[in-house]
Nanobody, 114 residues
Framework: VQLQASGGGLVQPGGSLRLSCAASGSIFSINVMGWYRQAPGKQRERVATVTSTGTTTFADSVKGRFTISRDYAKNTVYLQMNSLKPEDTAIYYC?????????WGQGTLVTVSS
């Protein structure tokens, strides 16, 4: 299984970005796709997840600002990030979990700065 993330970049506070992550390979139909992030000097944390049935979870710090969605036909997960704050600056990683296994993408850098 491989995951390819894209969409990171530099954005001003209050701006928006949309991250994409496409999974390929042998993927179980029952799975969870998600986004995690790791800021400098901090541990990786969960940002948002979405199951194969559409159930979503969000970290408290991003609720109301970020949305997560999936294109099931393309095995792709999206993270729409609005009202970005400097504290959202991090490397964002996507992953997919199924059958007790977890696969990670390569990470994409999001920098929120004026």
């Amino acid at each position: 299984v491989q995951l390819q993330a894209s969409g990171g970049g530099l954005v001003q506070p209050g701006g928006s970005l949309r991250l994409s992550c496409a999974a390929s390979g042998s993927i179980f139909s029952i799975n969870v796709m998600g986004w995690y992030r790791q800021a400098p000097g901090k541990q990786r944390e969960r940002v948002a997840t979405v199951t194969s049935t559409g159930t979503t979870t969000f970290a408290d710090s991003v609720k109301g600002r970020f949305t997560i969605s999936r294109d099931y036909a393309k095995n792709t997960v999206y993270l729409q990030m609005n009202s970005l704050k400097p504290e959202d600056t991090a490397i964002y990683y996507c992953n997919i979990q199924f059958a007790g296994r977890t696969f990670w993408g390569q990470g994409t850098l999001v920098t929120v700065s004026s």
